[in-house]
């Protein structure tokens, strides 16, 4: 079976942001970042080489792969910041239809840049995602 590509890393948060372009993604990226520390009390760990994670579990997904993902993250990808939402987009749906301009998929939430959405309603589905995620797994934590 194949290791999963995305794993954490040592590489410096610090040092990941100053490579994110254009200036407005990275400023964005500094936000998201602030606003994931304060809402999970977890400092960042880069995983792979773009996504920023807070916290980590333990996984068994339906076909029995096994690994260890971050229980809050984002990535400031080239398109649009990508906020992951546990245990899916679906479960934040109202608040989401008050956000602002954005998309999303199955658990990823797009967003262009932090000036279309309302960074209240942001934060609350953050908190609410990350509640949920640590709610509900009941897996040790990962080293």
């Known amino acids: 079976m194949a290791e999963p590509k995305t794993k954490p890393t040592k590489v410096p948060l610090e040092k990941f942001?100053?490579?994110v372009a254009p200036e407005v993604r990275r400023q964005d990226?500094?936000?998201?970042d602030a606003m994931m520390r304060r809402v999970t009390g977890e400092k960042p760990?880069?995983?792979?080489?773009?996504?920023?994670?807070?916290?980590?579990?333990?996984?068994?997904?339906p076909a029995g792969t096994t690994g260890v993902w971050p229980v809050a993250a984002f990535s400031p990808?080239?398109?649009?910041?990508?906020?992951?939402?546990?245990?899916g987009c679906d479960s934040y749906a109202k608040d989401l239809?008050?956000?602002?301009k954005h998309t999303s998929s199955v658990s990823c939430?797009?967003?262009?840049?932090?000036?279309?959405?309302?960074?209240?309603v942001l934060e609350r589905v953050v908190k609410a995602a990350y509640a949920n995620a640590k709610k509900t797994l009941d897996r040790p934590k990962a080293d």
């Open 17 to 19: 942001l100053a490579t």
């Open 77 to 87: 990808r080239k398109a649009a910041l990508t906020v992951y939402l546990m245990p």
């Open 97 to 100: 239809a008050t956000l602002g």
């Open 109 to 120: 939430l797009y967003i262009k840049k932090l000036a279309d959405v309302d960074l209240k």
């Open 45 to 61: 760990v880069m995983w792979g080489p773009s996504i920023v994670g807070y916290g980590s579990y333990n996984y068994r997904s």
């Open 29 to 32: 990226a500094k936000v998201l």
